[in-house]
C-alpha cells in the first residue's frame, strides 16, 4: 500500500501533468476572453449603428415638409418683419414702407403659386424673393453685368438682362407710332417674342412670354436723363403680358414706382390707363388690367384711348 500510494503521489506531482492543465486553462481563458471582447463589439457597434440610423431617420423626418406645408404662406409676423427692416434700410434708393405694403398686400392674397415679374434690380431684390415664397419670381435689368453679378452672389435669383433701345427723350414719337400701329405690331393682345412694335420688348427668354404673370412691377430701367431708356418699354410689355395672358387669373396687378415721373405717369395713362388705376401716392401707381380678346384693337376704353384702327 506504501508503493501505491507514493505512486500515486509521483502521478499526482509530476510536473508534465501540471504544465498540460495549467495550459489547457490558459486557453480555455483566452478563448473565453476573446470570444466575450467580440460579443461586445458586436453588440456596441450593432447600438450605434441602430441609434445613427433612427437619428438620421429623424433628421430626415423633421426636413422633409409635411404635405400640405411646404405650399404655405408666409407668416403675417415674418413679412411685417421683413417689411420693417426693408423700409429703415440706410440705402438711399429703397422704397418706403408705404410703397413696399400695397405690393406685399397684393402678393399675400396671390393664389399659390404667385407669377411676378419685376422690371429693375433694386435694393429691395431679395425682398421681393422672399415675400413671394413658393412663387415664381422673374427680373429683367438692363445691366447685364449687375444681373450676373447677383446670379453669382445669390444663386436663388432668377434675373435676366434686355437690351433696351429707347430713349426717354423720344417718349412722345414712341407713344405715336405705337398708337399708329396699335391694329398690327403694337396690338394690347399679342405675344411680344414675335412683334416689331418699337415699345414691345422682344428679346427676354422665351418662357417670361408663356407666363401667367399675376403681379408685374416696373421699378426700371433708369431714366434720370434725356438718353437714358426710360420706362416707356417696361410699361407697354407689362400692359400686353396682362392682357394676353391665357390662363390663371382674368386679372394682373402692375405696380409703377416712381410714378411721380413724366414718363411712368404719361405711360401709364396710355398703356395701363387710367380707368384700370385703382390707387395712386406721389410714388406709385397701382393698375388692374383684365385679360382682353386677341381681336382687341385698343389699349384703354376710356374717351382718351387710343382709337382702333
Not at 461586445?40 to 433612427?54: C, F, H, K, P, Q
Not at 426710360?230 to 410699361?235: D, F, K, N, Q, V
Amino acid at each position: 500500500m506504501k508503493n501505491t500510494n507514493n505512486n500515486t503521489k509521483l502521478i499526482l506531482l509530476h510536473p508534465y501533468i501540471q504544465k498540460q492543465g495549467s495550459s489547457n486553462r490558459l486557453w480555455l481563458l483566452a478563448f473565453i476572453s476573446l470570444f466575450t471582447i467580440a460579443f461586445l463589439v458586436t453588440l456596441i457597434y450593432t447600438r450605434e449603428s441602430t441609434s445613427i440610423t433612427t437619428a438620421t431617420s429623424s433628421i430626415i423626418a423633421s426636413t422633409t415638409p409635411v404635405s400640405g406645408l411646404g405650399s404655405a404662406p408666409l407668416p403675417a409676423t415674418v413679412i411685417n418683419t421683413l417689411l420693417h427692416y426693408a423700409a429703415k434700410s440706410n440705402e438711399t434708393y429703397h422704397m418706403q414702407y408705404s410703397d413696399l405694403k400695397p405690393i406685399s398686400d397684393v402678393l399675400r392674397k396671390c393664389s399659390s403659386p404667385c407669377n411676378f415679374l419685376i422690371f429693375g434690380l433694386t435694393q429691395e431684390t431679395l425682398l421681393w424673393k422672399a415675400l413671394n415664397h413658393n412663387g415664381k419670381t422673374v427680373f429683367i435689368d438692363e445691366n447685364r453685368y449687375y444681373a450676373a453679378y447677383i446670379e453669382e452672389k445669390h444663386p436663388e435669383i432668377d434675373a435676366y438682362d434686355v437690351q433696351y433701345t429707347t430713349k426717354r427723350s423720344e417718349m412722345k414719337e414712341l407713344i405715336a407710332s405705337a398708337k399708329e400701329q396699335v391694329g398690327n405690331e403694337c396690338k394690347p393682345v399679342q405675344n411680344l417674342l414675335f412683334s416689331d412694335c418699337k415699345l414691345g420688348l422682344n428679346d427676354l427668354p422665351n418662357h417670361v412670354y408663356e407666363v401667367d404673370w399675376d403681379v408685374i412691377l416696373v421699378d426700371g430701367p433708369r431714366g434720370d436723363w434725356p438718353d437714358a431708356p426710360g420706362r416707356m418699354s417696361a410699361i407697354f410689355t407689362a400692359g400686353v403680358l396682362a392682357r394676353s395672358k391665357k390662363g390663371g387669373s382674368s386679372k394682373t396687378h402692375v405696380f409703377v414706382h416712381d410714378f411721380f415721373g413724366e414718363v411712368e405717369k404719361v405711360c401709364g395713362n396710355e398703356f395701363l390707363c387710367k380707368e384700370n388705376l385703382v390707387e395712386a401716392t406721389y410714388t406709385l401707381g397701382h393698375y388692374v388690367l383684365e385679360k382682353m380678346d386677341k381681336s382687341s384693337v385698343q389699349y384703354c376704353k376710356s374717351s382718351g384711348a387710343s382709337s382702333s384702327t
